[in-house]
């Protein structure tokens, strides 16, 4: 039987919702990208490296195994690494923990639009409320739609403003790495010196957020375009992570102590252009807090039900009310870092899983080899 060609259109539409899921406000600000990988100077391509390992991994085992056992919900992945108590464990906290990051997105929302532009309090969480509760009333479908035309937008106008800085003041890499490495520069790092600790934390930081929404993707799309689509998101992403991060180390005595270092390199281009960044900013906590909210709301209420909806709704608008009268920033501390420990325990499960299903594999195709015409291959 000869095979469906492979489409495009629809690789590009899941490459563009995985690089919208993982980018969001913090790339696009740069910030994360010169805590992370930035300050390690002449060594932030280990940092880039071992992130894209992990995002690779993880994300092509989410989506291969949501394909292959046609997942009607993709937190049922959980139960399949982990088993069922583990995996329910890890079903119910990762919704948990999603919608909590929702809240924080609203947050950080609010405070955009209020430092940005001066307006009151509560504009901004309310703003994103509605765009992101209208979008994911639409379910997984309507949500990739989204996500695929934003995702590309605002990766494009960051590796405009990266490419262009390395132009003008690439000749300061040398001296700006250098600089950081003699620890010359007093910069926020993640990893505490190490780091293969930073690209594996930058990473797993994100397993939890993915595995839910990959596995879904994966149940209702081809296994070889969705993979094709998380292999080119991540050429993407770490290309241009790295692009930016020799423009921010090429610009260190500017972008060293700036809360928004993307702004400052886009100034250095043009004032406008720095305003058309703090919109981007918005669309980039907007790209993540969609996929956080129908992730955290799947968990209770099936999509496309009168119930998915009013949880929708319910779900926004308590979560904008929270960001806005609630102090967020020591509950995200907590949680984030258990996020990742849990994250890296989920690796070590997906690891064992999928080697001994390699390996029943292997052993399947043995006995049909042998002629024995019996297969106990079951791929659970």
């Known amino acids: 039987m000869k095979k469906a060609a492979i489409s495009i259109a629809s690789v590009a ?15 696009a600000t740069m910030q994360e990208v010169m805590q992370y ?7 932030f391509w280990v940092v880039i490296a071992v992130a894209a390992v992990i995002y690779l991994y ?50 950080g929302a609010n405070s955009t639009v209020t430092q940005q532009w001066g307006l009151p309090n509560g504009v901004g969480a309310i703003i994103l409320t509605v765009v992101v509760v209208g979008t994911a009333l639409f379910g997984l479908k309507g949500i990739v739609g989204a996500l695929s ?22 000749s300061g890499f040398a001296e700006g790495a250098a600089a950081l490495d003699a ?23 994100v397993i939890l957020w993915f595995a839910t929404f990959l596995a879904e993707l994966g149940a209702k799309n081809r296994a070889v375009e969705i993979n094709l689509g998380v292999v080119l998101s991540a050429v993407c992403v770490f290309a241009v992570a790295a692009l930016a991060c020799v423009a921010l180390i090429s610009s260190i005595d500017q972008t ?12 250095n281009i043009s004032p406008a252009l720095a305003q058309v960044f703090a919109v981007v900013v918005f669309f980039g906590i907007y790209t993540t807090s969609v996929p956080l909210l129908w992730t955290g709301i ?5 999509e496309g039900t009168p119930r998915y909806r009013m949880f929708i709704v319910i779900g926004g608008v308590v979560g904008c009310i929270i960001a806005c009268f609630l102090p967020y920033t020591a509950l995200v501390n907590v949680l984030y870092g258990m996020n990742g420990y849990l994250g890296f325990i989920l690796v070590a499960f997906m690891i064992v899983h999928d080697v001994r299903l390699k390996i029943k594999g292997r052993r399947a195709k043995e006995r049909l080899a042998q002629g024995s015409g019996k297969v106990e291959y079951e791929g659970a």
């Not at 505490?192 to 930081?205: E, K, V």
Request: glycine residues 14%; hydrophobic residues 45%; proline residues 2%.
């Open 13 to 27: 539409a899941l490459c563009g919702a995985c690089i919208a899921f993982y980018i969001g406000a913090g790339f």
């Open 37 to 43: 990988e930035a300050s390690y100077g002449s060594l």
């Open 149 to 170: 035309k934003v995702g590309p937008i605002i990766i494009a106008l960051v590796l405009l403003v990266s490419v262009w800085t390395c132009v003008t003041q690439g």
């Open 298 to 302: 799947g968990r209770v209420a099936e």
């Open 256 to 267: 060293a102590a700036a809360d928004i270092p993307a702004l400052v390199l886009a100034g």
């Open 183 to 205: 620890g010359k520069y007093q910069v926020n790092q993640v990893g505490g010196g190490n780091p293969l600790a930073a690209g594996a934390s930058y990473a797993g930081f």
């Open 58 to 107: 993880t994300n092509i085992s989410f989506a291969t195994n949501g394909s292959r056992l046609k997942l009607k919900r993709g937190g049922d992945i959980y139960k399949h690494y982990c088993g069922k108590y583990v995996g329910t464990f890890y079903d119910y906290f990762s919704a948990f923990f999603c919608y909590v990051c929702f809240i924080v997105m609203c947050g």
